[in-house]
Nanobody, 118 residues
Framework: QAQLVESGGGLVQPGGSLRLSCAAS????????VGWYRQAPGKQRELVAH???????NYADSVKGRFTISRDNSENTVYLSMNSLKPEDTAVYYC????????????WGQGTQVTVSS
């Protein structure tokens, strides 16, 4: 059973930076797209950043220019580097690999809390 494990969250002041990691057990990353999502209290989960198997990326408008998604397939890890953090970035961040189009499962990690506050 493949698993995704997020880490790197924490409390940071506005304007600060964090780097989140999403590590996969098993080789489920290298051939598939990966997404980072976030969910703030009382709000729906939203896609923050996405990276294809080939390394192409796209971002939500709210994080463009501040967040960078990257992947290291040799380490089965996807990263989300977050700079110039704002209080509205506060949320639980999740990574996702959706293999349902290929008859597999929709994998989610347990999430990592990011809190931006002074």
């Amino acid at each position: 059973q493949a698993q995704l494990v997020e880490s790197g969250g924490g409390l940071v002041q506005p304007g600060g930076s964090l780097r989140l990691s999403c590590a996969a057990s098993g080789s489920i990353f290298s051939d598939y797209d990966v997404g980072w999502y976030r969910q703030a209290p009382g709000k729906q989960r939203e896609l923050v950043a996405h990276i294809t198997s080939g390394g192409s990326t796209n971002y939500a408008d709210s994080v463009k220019g501040r967040f960078t998604i990257s992947r290291d397939n040799s380490e089965n890890t996807v990263y989300l580097s977050m700079n110039s953090l704002k209080p509205e970035d506060t949320a639980v961040y999740y990574c996702n690999v959706d293999l349902r189009p290929w008859g597999g499962k929709d994998y989610w990690g347990q999430g990592t809390q990011v809190t931006v506050s002074s």
